[in-house]
């Protein structure tokens, strides 16, 4: 899959816009977006139970988890592939007017399921859940591959420092200076004061499943991005 590229657009405003200079240094802030359709979607999936007993909340909620793992396995999704993101047995309460009652116990565990994205899997994923004997609550959301994200930041840093080279060319140029050779180059976050950099960010797209569906489902993932804002400094030659 071929990343689209995406470059923030360059316009000079005014010196301080993109650059700061002291002691004949020039800091200028590059800055790169690549967007792509991600690889990966997830599934948080909640498994409850409730009842009087502790005991019996216990077994039932374990019975549960039991029943979803064999389900996933009967529709060809390995058990090895559900991930537990822990399990918690609380006491559970209602109220009457003032009064606190105690109405038994009620359990819970979260369970993370990441698998390569297309419609066949999404719909298995989703029909194994609804099909199941008891309501189970889950929700969807894409994200990035570990490949896709080395390959994205790496051409994301080429094309910031890029960015940053073109911008203090264009400066220079208009300033009637030249520049020498690079001082610093930053990578990450400093205090917002003296900030030539940004935080990496990416933003993901969330999809609930609230309802029952009858019908196959196929999504067509938001594009995510990689923002990367690198400081890069020159010497001004005198």
């Known amino acids: 899959m071929k990343p689209k590229l995406l470059l923030l657009p360059f316009v000079l405003l005014s010196l301080n816009s993109f650059c700061q200079t002291n002691d004949n240094l020039i800091s200028i802030q590059g800055n790169a977006i690549i967007c792509e359709i991600p690889e990966l979607f997830v599934t948080n999936i909640s498994i409850s139970s409730?009842?009087?007993?502790?005991?019996?909340?216990?077994?039932?909620?374990?019975?549960?988890?039991n029943q979803i793992e064999m389900a996933f396995e009967k529709n060809?999704?390995?058990?090895?592939?559900?991930?537990?993101?822990?399990?918690?047995?609380?006491?559970?309460?209602?109220?009457?007017?003032r009064e606190r009652k105690m109405n038994g116990y009620q359990g819970n565990i979260?369970?993370?399921l990441e698998l390569p994205y297309n419609k066949?899997?999404?719909?298995?994923v989703?029909?194994?859940l609804k099909n199941n004997e008891f309501p189970v609550s889950y929700n969807l959301s894409f994200k990035l591959s570990n490949s896709q994200k080395e390959?994205?930041?790496?051409?994301?840093?080429?094309?910031?420092?890029e960015n940053a080279e073109k911008k203090a060319n264009y400066i220079a140029e208009s300033m009637g200076f030249k520049l020498s050779k690079i001082k610093d180059i930053n990578f990450g976050y400093t205090s917002y004061k003296n900030d030539i950099l940004t935080d990496d960010t990416n933003v993901f797209s969330m999809i609930e499943e609230e309802e029952v569906m009858e019908q196959d489902i196929s999504?067509?993932?938001?594009?995510?991005?990689i923002k990367k804002t690198i400081g890069v400094v020159w010497i001004i030659e005198e």
């Open 50 to 65: 409730q009842d009087s007993l502790y005991s019996k909340c216990s077994d039932l909620l374990i019975e549960n988890y």
């Open 76 to 97: 060809g999704i390995p058990k090895k592939e559900l991930k537990s993101g822990g399990i918690n047995i609380s006491e559970s309460y209602s109220w009457t007017g």
């Open 110 to 112: 979260s369970v993370i």
């Open 120 to 124: 066949q899997t999404l719909n298995t």
């Open 126 to 128: 989703i029909n194994t």
């Open 151 to 161: 390959t994205l930041l790496k051409k994301a840093i080429e094309l910031a420092i």
């Open 219 to 225: 999504l067509n993932p938001q594009k995510l991005e």
